[in-house]
């Protein structure tokens, strides 16, 4: 087609959409105004999709739960799930005509973990106490896992995509945290605003915690960088301020554990420590605690420190478990959960359905001020013990089985990686990862886009420089081209 015909077609296409706009403008049909942000994204999932996944990525911190907002009865978070839900299906079109992605990814050792994890989640939506909650918690596992892992890690092919990734999530968040901090400023920064005040954009203070946890390790690693320039590096120490502000001020004592703990794992590998060592020791520690619970209970409930808006006192609150509403009521969701354990410790009663199966099981020694009787306050806050009451040993052990492959082959591409910013980014998605795998023995948010997102997407960058930028190197550094 020449270009004078090209143009025509272009000038035919405006004329015909403000035409439509008049026209729809005199019926006050305002919906004709988002006609050109469908073609668009049309355009994107057909021609770029990489370009529509980064805009999802981006919009991830600042989307919206419809159910939450009281617009629809279903828990949809838009514009990011429709996007990932509609990618994954083009994935899968894409996938019957032989044109997806690269099949080394398929075959990666993660992967066949995963496909091994969404088998038995299909299998056990089969035996759930109710099949379409479960089926729903099947779905949107599977539009996470193929688009933020599968199309990720092949678009990771191109090293200028991850910091794309990382960096479209960080502008977005960095908005989040402002707004956050200011309507936090209008309460004096106390402790019980601080729960809600990221509403609607998070829906309370502790998934708003985990997610600034987990991104503050990989903006550590980004400030590491040797080639950055002056401007980027102004840019990124003002984020670096404001995440560890928003960190702070979040009151959430889960994820300032987590930030901790990733501290530890990195003087490992600073260290030099193989990863067979930590797992011993990490065995032992665990053999340990659990010999010696009864008497770690005792003293345990000799703390009466309550949380509060002093920030040394609100530490000390975390083993408060004789007093702590919030703690005691955490001790209820995982004796429920290991009652429904014992119940059906084989194939659980279903994905995702603890929140509608567990208030029987609630012991009136256990309930506190803020449980319910209908049992509506929310899921097992434990990434471990939820998988484990719904889905059974198998499906705990498939979780631990992920956290085992990814510190193993983080342990082995840290310790060989010659390339300076290759173990830069290792190093910040393994240690991002690992506060949420940490934040994960008290809670458990990735039934939401703004955990599951960086999740996903951070496990596809390990396996995309696994499989693309770790056989390849010749030892010089390759700096993408937005660091210059």
Same mark, same amino acid.
């Given at each position: 087609m020449s270009i004078d015909i090209k143009k025509r077609v272009l000038y035919a296409v405006i004329g015909l959409y403000l035409?439509? &706009?008049?026209?729809?403008?005199l019926n006050d049909f305002?919906?004709?105004? !988002?006609?050109?942000? &469908?073609?668009? @994204? =049309?355009?994107?999932?057909?021609?770029?999709?990489?370009? +529509? !996944?980064?805009?999802?990525v981006a919009?991830?911190?600042?989307? !919206?739960?419809? #159910?939450?907002?009281e617009i629809a009865g279903v828990g949809l978070y838009l514009p990011t799930e429709?996007?990932?839900?509609?990618?994954?299906?083009? %994935?899968?079109?894409? %996938?019957?005509?032989?044109?997806?992605?690269?099949?080394?990814?398929?075959?990666h050792p993660l992967s066949y973990l995963l496909y091994l994890y969404l088998g038995w989640t299909g299998l056990t939506c089969i035996t759930?106490?109710?099949?379409?909650?479960?089926?729903?918690?099947?779905?949107?596992?599977?539009?996470?896992i193929s688009t933020m892992y599968f199309l990720m890690t092949h678009i990771f092919q191109n090293p200028h995509r991850i910091w794309h990734f990382v960096l479209c999530y960080l502008f977005s968040l960095t908005i989040v945290i402002i707004y956050t901090v200011v309507r936090h400023s209008e309460y004096g920064f106390d402790k019980e605003s601080a729960h809600w005040v990221m509403?609607?954009?998070?829906?309370?203070?502790?998934?708003? $915690?985990?997610?600034?946890? %987990?991104f503050t390790p990989m903006l550590l690693a980004l400030l590491c960088w040797?080639? =950055?320039?002056?401007?980027?590096? @102004?840019?990124?120490?003002?984020?670096?301020?404001?995440?560890?502000?928003?960190? &702070? +001020?979040?009151?959430?004592?889960?994820a300032w554990i987590s930030v901790v703990g990733a501290g530890c794992i990195l003087a490992v590998l600073l260290l030099k420590v193989r990863f067979r060592t930590l797992l011993?020791?990490?065995? =032992? $520690?665990? $053999? +340990? @605690?659990?010999?010696?619970? #009864?008497?770690?209970? &005792?003293? =345990?409930? $000799?703390?009466?420190? #309550?949380?509060?808006?002093?920030?040394? #006192?609100? @530490?000390?609150?975390?083993?408060?478990?004789?007093?702590?509403?919030?703690n005691l009521e955490r001790l209820n969701r995982w004796n429920c959960a290991m009652e429904m354990f014992y119940e059906r410790p084989i194939v659980g009663w279903g994905p995702g359905t603890y929140q509608f199966v567990y208030a029987p099981f609630q012991r009136s020694g256990d309930r506190t001020i803020i449980s319910t009787n209908q049992g509506d306050g929310g899921n097992a806050h434990s990434e471990y013990l939820g998988p484990l009451c719904e889905q059974g040993v198998p499906g705990v052990i498939l979780f631990i089985a992920l956290l085992y492959m990814i510190s193993s082959l983080a342990f082995r591409l840290f310790y060989s990686l010659s390339e300076y910013g290759n173990k830069l980014l290792v190093l910040g998605a393994y240690l991002g990862l690992m506060t949420y795998f940490i934040h994960g023995t008290l809670n458990n948010y990735l039934d939401t886009d703004k955990a599951s997102v960086p999740f996903w997407g951070f496990i596809a960058i390990l396996v995309s420089i696994d499989l693309y930028h770790y056989p390849k190197e010749q030892g010089s550094q390759r700096v993408p081209a937005v660091f210059y």
């Open positions: 035409i439509a &706009v008049v026209f729809a403008l305002l919906y004709i105004f !988002l006609l050109p942000v &469908v073609l668009g @994204v =049309l355009y994107c999932a057909f021609y770029h999709l990489e370009y +529509l !996944l980064l805009f999802a919009s991830t911190p600042l989307s !919206l739960n419809l #159910e939450e907002q429709p996007l990932l839900a509609g990618s994954m299906i083009l %994935m899968f079109f894409k %996938m019957l005509s032989n044109k997806s992605i690269d099949k080394k990814i398929f075959h759930s106490e109710f099949p379409l909650v479960s089926v729903k918690f099947l779905i949107t596992r599977l539009w996470f509403e609607p954009l998070f829906k309370d203070h502790t998934s708003y $915690g985990a997610v600034l946890a %987990m040797r080639n =950055l320039n002056l401007l980027l590096r @102004v840019i990124l120490s003002i984020a670096a301020i404001i995440l560890l502000l928003g960190l &702070v +001020l979040s009151f959430t004592r889960a011993f020791t990490f065995l =032992l $520690g665990g $053999g +340990l @605690v659990f010999f010696a619970w #009864e008497d770690i209970q &005792v003293s =345990l409930q $000799g703390n009466k420190q #309550e949380s509060s808006d002093k920030l040394d #006192e609100h @530490v000390s609150s975390i083993s408060n478990v004789s007093s702590d509403a919030s």
